[in-house]
T-cell receptor, first 113, second 119 residues
Framework: DQQVKQNSPSLSVQEGRISILNCDYT??????FLWYKKYPAEGPTFLIS?????DKNEDGRFTVFLNKSAKHLSLHIVPSQPGDSAVYFC????????????FGSGTQLTVLP | DTGVSQDPRHKITKRGQNVTFRCDPI?????LYWYRQTLGQGPEFLTY????????KSRLLSDRFSAERPKGSFSTLEIQRTEQGDSAMYLC?????????????????FGPGTRLTVL
């Protein structure tokens, strides 16, 4: 059973435009959510996170929105840059556990120049 | 470089052989995780150490898999009698337990991974 789902395997966006990556989860015990970016031949790199007590967290060009009632979060990148092209993973944590990350299957973002 | 390191980066082996991977976490991190990633999927949790104690294991971790973290520093993951289904990227991550004013306690830092191919 996939507890964290990223239903779009790929997304293409023009440079300068907004990229919106979506993620849905099913386990209501999750209380912390993270986005990781992964380039080929590298491990995932932490990008931004949000606690379940918030509905928005912003860091520069990156903003994560959390809708707990819908069990949905999204990552907005504005403006998108070619260097943002990578696979983006959504991950969730239940802080009462070993705090292992439960990942979605990823979305390949391609930013076109 | 003070990030998480893993060795080797690539390993090709024949079915039935044993393999061992090493992970060196960020030095002050007390928590260490192993994940496995197959093509087209996100990383899946395998096991977790707090210092030298292995506190949780996924049901994905069959009895052919064993992990250790002696002295709470580096960790090794051994796979015995490898099978073709073990072919994957094995990722190690570390984090700092407890809250700090700089790092979220949930933030895990990943190494580059070891890609295992079982022929």
């Amino acid at each position: 059973d996939q507890q964290v789902k990223q239903n779009s395997p790929s997304l293409s966006v023009q440079e300068g435009r907004i990229s919106i990556l979506n993620c849905d989860y099913t386990n209501s015990m999750f209380d912390y959510f993270l986005w990781y970016k992964k380039y080929p031949a590298e491990g995932p790199t932490f990008l931004i996170s949000i606690s379940s007590i918030k509905d928005k967290n912003e860091d520069g060009r990156f903003t994560v929105f959390l809708n707990k009632s819908a069990k949905h979060l999204s990552l907005h990148i504005v403006p998108s840059q070619p260097g943002d092209s990578a696979v983006y993973f959504c991950a969730a944590v239940y802080s009462g556990s070993a705090r292992q990350l439960t990942f979605g299957s990823g979305t390949q973002l391609t930013v076109l120049p | 470089d003070t990030g998480v390191s893993q060795d080797p980066r690539h390993k090709i082996t024949k079915r039935g052989q044993n393999v061992t991977f090493r992970c060196d976490p960020i030095s002050e991190h007390n928590r260490l995780y192993w994940y496995r990633q197959t093509l087209g999927q996100g990383p899946e949790f395998l096991t977790y150490f707090q210092n030298e104690a292995q506190l949780e294991k996924s049901r994905l971790l069959s009895d052919r898999f064993s992990a250790e973290r002696p002295k709470g520093s580096f960790s090794t993951l051994e796979i015995q009698r490898t099978e073709q289904g073990d072919s994957a990227m094995y990722l190690c991550a570390s984090s700092l337990g407890g809250l700090t004013n700089l790092i979220s306690y949930n933030e895990q830092f990943f190494g580059p991974g070891t890609r295992l191919t079982v022929l």
